[in-house]
């Protein structure tokens, strides 16, 4: 029933920064872990960070960490990922997604309702 649209992607320069959104339908938003994962072109679909339903707690994909930050905003059912530093090695598309558990945070299958996806290219 959830449905995820993700914005905020773009072409950016390495070293630059880009702010991806996603924006939950339903009121039930706060009861999901969210996440963010990439994929590239003939590459697998990559976790990149993920937060806890009460946004307490993160975790981050160790090339991302320190440049990365997820959050988010329950009252307005919206997730965020703010991209610092970026470098060309980050050109994806970045989905946002939805989870119930925590310990499998990073597995794919671990998540069950997905955006579109957001592509986001950095030039070197």
């Known amino acids: 029933q959830v449905q995820l649209v993700e914005s905020g992607g773009g072409l950016v320069q390495a070293g630059g920064s880009l702010r991806l959104s996603c924006a939950a339908s339903g009121r039930t938003f706060s009861s999901y872990n969210m996440g963010w994962f990439r994929q590239a072109p003939g590459k697998e679909r990559e976790f990149v960070a993920a937060?806890?339903?009460?946004?307490?707690?993160?975790d981050y994909l160790d090339s991302v960490k320190g440049r990365f930050t997820i959050s988010r905003e329950n009252a307005k059912n919206m997730l965020y990922l703010q991209m610092d530093s970026l470098k060309p090695e980050d050109t994806a598309v970045y989905y946002c997604?939805?989870?119930?558990?925590?310990?499998?945070?990073?597995?794919?299958?671990?998540?069950?309702?997905w955006g579109q996806g957001t592509q986001v290219t950095v030039s070197s």
């Open positions: 997604a939805t989870s119930t558990t925590w310990i499998s945070r990073r597995a794919r299958g671990a998540y069950v309702y």
């Open positions: 937060i806890t339903w009460s946004g307490e707690i993160t």
